[in-house]
């Protein structure tokens, strides 16, 4: 009876409810605006460098009862191979800056993909950028793309600048990538935008086509662990959501435990305690 309910909650039909009745709501993408607007230079230089992704308005959050609820539903729901993934780093997880999260308890985001949207980076070439390498990624007939994916970061410090930091779990079957071997050597600490490499010019100029994925040195579906020691950018897909199946591009599901909790989330996954994850706190 359980697993049924935790199945409900995440197949689009209960999460779709109990996210459009929470008194949490939507996330504004003006929420996002105002945030850096208002924020001191140090903040937004910091945002700037970090160039994480702005959710979009359609981004819709549901609070969880606790910790315990949160586990549960990683448990059930979570790929054992993304979770593989984080145990094989040392412990180190992924992050997103969650906006209108509610202090000190998990919460289920339903988020749509946003890397084609302009906004999302303020830059119609990030926006060229990433339709470009979704292309290649479609060729290649990639399961994770910017049609889908969402980033997030190994640097809780760099989620900060956009939102409360949360470590985030995806729910249902989980596919990821990121740049690793750039110009033969191996680079860490890589970001999806602005590129490793720059694209090439179509023509030699107008607007930017994408190096083919191989060529960037782009990594999909192998080696997450490596990725999260070396703190670089992750794009994550899963399957859990509304819309989403095949890969279609529709909302994902994930579960968002903000960094205060972690202490907390690590015991009940059985997780060691990183002293790096320690240190962002201060």
Same mark, same amino acid.
């Given at each position: 009876?359980?697993?049924?309910?935790?199945?409900?909650?995440?197949?689009?039909?209960? =999460?779709?409810?109990?996210?459009?009745?929470? +008194?949490?709501?939507?996330?504004?993408?003006?929420?996002?605006?105002? *945030?850096?607007?208002?924020?001191?230079?140090?903040? $937004?230089?910091?945002?700037?460098?970090?160039?994480?992704?702005?959710?979009?308005?359609?981004?819709?959050?549901?609070?969880?009862?606790?910790?315990?609820?949160?586990?549960?539903?990683?448990?059930?729901?979570?790929?054992?191979?993304?979770?593989?993934?984080?145990?094989?780093?040392?412990?180190?997880?992924? %992050?997103?800056? $969650?906006?209108?999260? +509610? *202090?000190?308890?998990?919460?289920? $985001?339903?988020?749509?993909?946003? *890397?084609?949207?302009?906004?999302?980076?303020?830059?119609?070439?990030?926006?060229?950028?990433?339709?470009?390498?979704?292309?290649?990624?479609?060729?290649?007939?990639?399961?994770?793309?910017?049609?889908?994916?969402?980033?997030?970061?190994?640097?809780?410090?760099?989620?900060?600048? !956009?939102?409360?930091?949360?470590?985030? !779990?995806?729910?249902?079957?989980?596919?990821?990538?990121?740049?690793?071997?750039?110009?033969?050597?191996?680079?860490?600490?890589?970001?999806? %935008?602005?590129?490793?490499?720059? +694209?090439?010019?179509?023509?030699?100029?107008?607007?930017?086509?994408?190096?083919?994925?191989?060529?960037?040195?782009?990594?999909?579906?192998?080696?997450?662990?490596?990725?999260?020691?070396?703190?670089?950018?992750?794009?994550?897909?899963?399957?859990?959501?509304?819309? $989403?199946?095949?890969?279609?591009?529709?909302?994902?599901?994930?579960?968002?435990?903000? *960094?205060?909790?972690?202490?907390? =989330?690590?015991?009940?996954?059985?997780?060691?305690?990183?002293?790096?994850?320690?240190?962002?706190?201060?």
């Amino acid at each position: 009876e359980k697993m049924l309910h935790l199945a409900l909650l995440c197949s689009g039909g209960e =999460l779709g409810s109990r996210i459009g009745s929470s +008194p949490l709501g939507s996330s504004p993408l003006g929420s996002r605006r105002q *945030l850096l607007l208002g924020a001191p230079a140090a903040v $937004v230089a910091s945002a700037a460098f970090a160039r994480q992704p702005v959710e979009s308005s359609a981004e819709r959050l549901t609070a969880l009862g606790s910790v315990d609820e949160a586990v549960a539903l990683i448990n059930a729901e979570t790929d054992s191979r993304f979770i593989d993934g984080i145990k094989r780093s040392g412990g180190g997880f992924l %992050y997103r800056g $969650v906006i209108g999260a +509610p *202090l000190g308890r998990p919460c289920l $985001v339903l988020s749509p993909p946003d *890397l084609l949207n302009p906004s999302t980076y303020g830059s119609t070439d990030a926006a060229e950028y990433f339709r470009a390498l979704d292309v290649e990624l479609t060729k290649a007939r990639s399961p994770v793309g910017p049609r889908n994916g969402h980033i997030a970061t190994p640097d809780s410090r760099a989620a900060a600048s !956009w939102g409360q930091p949360a470590s985030i !779990w995806p729910l249902g079957a989980t596919h990821h990538a990121y740049y690793r071997d750039v110009q033969g050597g191996r680079a860490r600490g890589t970001l999806f %935008y602005p590129p490793p490499l720059p +694209p090439v010019r179509a023509g030699g100029a107008g607007g930017s086509a994408g190096r083919s994925a191989a060529s960037m040195g782009l990594v999909v579906d192998d080696d997450l662990a490596g990725a999260i020691r070396d703190g670089d950018e992750v794009m994550l897909a899963a399957t859990r959501g509304v819309g $989403v199946g095949g890969g279609s591009g529709g909302s994902m599901a994930f579960v968002a435990v903000p *960094l205060a909790l972690e202490g907390e =989330l690590r015991a009940g996954l059985g997780l060691r305690v990183r002293k790096a994850a320690l240190l962002d706190h201060g």
